[in-house]
């Protein structure tokens, strides 16, 4: 995960999240886009629980959710890995399409056995 984050500041340090979400819902990925969403916001609020973000909860016109990156990644990596591992290969496809992980990673993916999904979701 911490790869992948490094990776996403490398090739655009002022994404935001929205950008990330935006880009996941153009390629369908509309579950992990709502993932994602959902991790960055606290549900039983209607905000995020970092003083720093100000995430938009309308689906009509969602704006965008700012903030610190590392920060917001940081407070939600543990829910996130779990569901990268619950679409692991789907995922890893797709990071690897997008140029954001190299093909070792793909490799490191597809070994059966080695590691769990949840190791192999921490890893990326």
Known sequence: MEALHKRWLQV?????WR??????????????????????TDPTAGRSTNDDMEVSTSDANPGPI?????????T???????DISQNL???TTQLHAKGLI???????VLVMGVMTDYTKAMKL
């Open 12 to 16: 655009n340090p002022t994404a935001s």
């Open 19 to 40: 950008d990330v979400i935006n880009a996941l819902k153009q390629c369908k990925e509309n579950e992990l886009a709502r993932t994602i969403e959902d991790k960055v």
């Open 66 to 74: 700012t903030g610190n990156p590392k920060d917001i990644l940081r």
């Open 76 to 82: 939600r990596s543990s829910k996130l890995i779990d």
């Open 89 to 91: 290969y789907k995922t």
């Open 102 to 108: 190299p093909q070792q990673a793909v490799d490191d």
